[in-house]
C-alpha cells in the first residue's frame, strides 16, 4: 500500500509528461534576471521559485514580464508560481513550451499573454482529473492532499477566471480511439486548443508577438504527437465547475 502512495503522489505531483521533451526539447534551465528580463527556462520547482522571487524582490528595476519555458512540474509549485504573477500584475511571454503545471496555473495568470509564433502550449490534465476519483486511494490521502490541492486549484482558477475544465477536457472528451492509442503508449503527450477555444476557457488578453500563432506549422515533425481538442458547440463557460 505504501508503494502505491507514492505511486500516485508521484505522478499527481508531477503532472507532466517526459514525452514533451520530443515536442519541444529541454533547454538549459536558468532561473533570474538577464539583460533586464526575468526569465524561469526548466522545470517548476521550489529552488527555482525561491530564486525568481528574490531575483524579483532585489530588483531595482522590476521587470514586468516573466518569460518562461516549461514542460512544468509540482501542482502546487505551479500554483504557487502563478499566483505570484498574479500578485504582482506580470505579463507572461511563452518563449518555447509551456506544458502541464505551466500551462495550467502559469500562463493565465499573467496580465497580457504573449506567445510566439511557434510557442507550444500543452495541457495534460490537472487535480481534478478522472482518474484520482477511485476508491483504490486511501482515505488519508483524499484527505490530506488530493481534497485540499483540488479546493486551491478551484480557487486559483476563478481568480484567473478561467473554467477550470480547461485543465482536464482533453481527457474527458477522449473518444475510444484516443483511450486504445493511450493504452498502447501513443498520445500520451497530452493536448492543446485553438486560440479561439482558449478564449472560450476564459483565458484571454493574449498578444501575437509575430502576429501568428501555428505552433504545429514550425514543428511539423512533432505536430502528431499532441491532440488537437475541438471544443463542442454547446459547451458553456462557467467559473468552479469542479469545487468540493
Same mark, same amino acid.
Request: hydrophobic share 40%.
Given at each position: 500500500m505504501k508503494v502505491l502512495v507514492l505511486i500516485l503522489i508521484l505522478g499527481l505531483n508531477a503532472c507532466t509528461s517526459k514525452n514533451n521533451e520530443?515536442?519541444?526539447?529541454?533547454?538549459?534551465?536558468?532561473? &533570474?534576471?538577464?539583460?533586464?528580463?526575468?526569465?524561469?527556462?526548466? =522545470? /517548476?520547482?521550489? !529552488?527555482?521559485?525561491?530564486?525568481?522571487?528574490?531575483?524579483?524582490?532585489?530588483?531595482?528595476?522590476k521587470p514586468d514580464k516573466l518569460i518562461?519555458?516549461?514542460?512544468?512540474?509540482?501542482?502546487?509549485?505551479?500554483?504557487?508560481? &502563478?499566483?505570484?504573477?498574479?500578485?504582482?500584475?506580470?505579463?507572461? =511571454? /511563452?518563449?518555447? !513550451?509551456?506544458?502541464?503545471?505551466?500551462?495550467?496555473?502559469?500562463?493565465?495568470?499573467?496580465?497580457?499573454?504573449?506567445l510566439r509564433k511557434d510557442s507550444v502550449l500543452i495541457w495534460h490534465g490537472s487535480a481534478w482529473q478522472q482518474s484520482w476519483d477511485t476508491d483504490d486511494l486511501p482515505k488519508d490521502f483524499q484527505s490530506s492532499y488530493l481534497t485540499p490541492i483540488r479546493m486551491k486549484e478551484t480557487m486559483l482558477l476563478d481568480r484567473f477566471g478561467v473554467d477550470n475544465l480547461i485543465t482536464v477536457y482533453g481527457q474527458i472528451n477522449k473518444n475510444v480511439f484516443d483511450h486504445i492509442l493511450f493504452l498502447f503508449g501513443q498520445n500520451k503527450d497530452g493536448w492543446d486548443y485553438s486560440l479561439k477555444d482558449i478564449h472560450r476557457f476564459g483565458i484571454t488578453n493574449i498578444i501575437l508577438i509575430d502576429e501568428e500563432w501555428n505552433w504545429r506549422k514550425y514543428r511539423p515533425s512533432q505536430s502528431s504527437q499532441v491532440k488537437r481538442f475541438t471544443v463542442d458547440d454547446d459547451y458553456k463557460f462557467k467559473l468552479r465547475r469542479f469545487e468540493m
Open positions: 520530443t515536442i519541444a526539447p529541454k533547454e538549459e534551465s536558468f532561473v &533570474g534576471i538577464m539583460n533586464d528580463e526575468l526569465i524561469y527556462q526548466g =522545470e /517548476i520547482t521550489q !529552488i527555482s521559485n525561491t530564486i525568481i522571487f528574490k531575483s524579483f524582490m532585489q530588483a531595482e528595476i518562461i519555458s516549461s514542460h512544468g512540474g509540482d501542482i502546487s509549485l505551479g500554483m504557487e508560481l &502563478g499566483s505570484w504573477v498574479k500578485d504582482n500584475n506580470l505579463d507572461i =511571454e /511563452i518563449s518555447n !513550451i509551456c506544458a502541464s503545471s505551466c500551462a495550467n496555473y502559469v500562463f493565465p495568470a499573467g496580465n497580457k499573454k504573449y
